[in-house]
């Protein structure tokens, strides 16, 4: 929370000083160059944050494995792709409303970002640090035929974190499963289980859902940023970047709830093959091992937190009546 604050505060102050910068520095500097300028200091504080945050205190936590080589490897690698995706999006962005219509604009930005949405979890999973067989596979495998769960072979990976329990199919193929070395300290069922559950996203359409929730959340925060004044080019990019963040960090206040019914539904989706006690039993596994709180405020659940407590998960596996 406050890591995005953060952020969220660092792309507020550049679009001030850009409101009130005076017009002569305007041509004094191609704008594309501002917004270079703007993501060189932007990153340069980010990176000092990010390895105090995201590196030090896991180390101190015994959270990741990563070397400080591998952890700035990754952490370059990331900024790198963020940062020309946002350049080409910011000036795609400037382009469209300098010439076209809002509704070509947001016909074309939609279009990309479902491409993206489809496209990038494939291209993430490829750039994985690939890791050999497990001794738990062939039974994991047993146990999903036996269930009918469409998983013909599995990827582990290391992407060196110590307490990620996960997994992800790659788009149109749900044959193959990708998961977390982390994940082998679990047993062959368990490990089963987990798969399970996240096939059911793909079956019962939970992610085309979400896929569309994401590109409606889009469609208003692109229409508000087509209603910002904004008298130049810079103006136009920053302004995106600002409306945009804060219309992303909006989201999370209101994602939570709806997360946590698609959660309760997967939960439940075991109870054909596992009693209410051996899946209770998985859920504190996972929460405990990924460090997620058990026990949480009804506040703190309802607002700004995707995965409800563990006796709300647990309660809610038996039926109502």
């Known amino acids: 929370m406050f890591s995005i604050g953060c952020h969220l505060t660092l792309v507020w102050v550049a679009f001030l000083l850009v409101l009130w910068m005076p017009a002569s520095l305007y041509v004094s500097i191609p704008w594309l160059m ?56 910011l000036s795609l962005w400037v382009l469209g409303r300098t010439f076209l219509p809002f509704g070509v604009v947001l016909a074309g930005a939609l279009a990309c970002a479902t491409a993206v949405l489809i496209i990038l979890p494939s291209w993430q999973a490829r750039s994985c640090r690939l890791k050999g067989k497990k001794s738990v596979e062939t039974e994991v495998l047993i146990l999903l035929q ?15 974190s110590l307490n990620t329990l996960n997994g992800m199919f790659l788009p149109f193929n749900k ?65 995106l970047a600002a409306i945009m963040t804060t219309w992303c960090f909006a989201a999370l206040f209101v994602w939570p709830p709806l997360n946590s019914m698609a959660m309760t539904r997967a939960d439940r989706s075991l109870r054909d093959i596992a009693t209410t006690e051996e899946i209770a039993a998985l859920l504190r596994l996972l929460q ?18 995707p995965i409800p407590p563990l006796e709300i998960r647990v309660n809610a596996l038996e039926p109502k009546l």
């Open 146 to 160: 036996q269930w009918n769960v469409p998983v013909r072979q599995i990827h582990w990976y290391a992407d060196g």
């Open 34 to 89: 501002w917004l270079i300028l703007i993501l060189v200091g932007f990153n340069s504080f980010a990176f000092f944050f990010d390895r105090l945050v995201g590196y030090e205190v896991e180390r101190l936590y015994h959270g990741t494995t990563q070397s400080l080589k591998e952890w700035r490897s990754d952490w370059w690698y990331g900024v790198l792709a963020s940062s020309i995706t946002m350049l080409i999006g």
């Open 175 to 239: 044959q193959t499963i990708w998961l977390t070395e982390a994940v082998a300290r679990l047993s062959a069922r368990n490990i089963a289980l987990l798969i399970r559950r996240e096939s059911w996203f793909l079956r019962s359409g939970c992610n085309l859902v979400s896929i569309g929730i994401v590109l409606g959340w889009l469609a208003l925060g692109l229409t508000a940023a087509w209603l910002m004044p904004a008298q130049t080019s810079l103006q136009q990019a920053v302004s």
């Open 288 to 305: 405990e091992t990924n460090a997620t709180d058990l026990a949480l405020s009804e506040g703190k659940a309802q607002v700004f937190h």
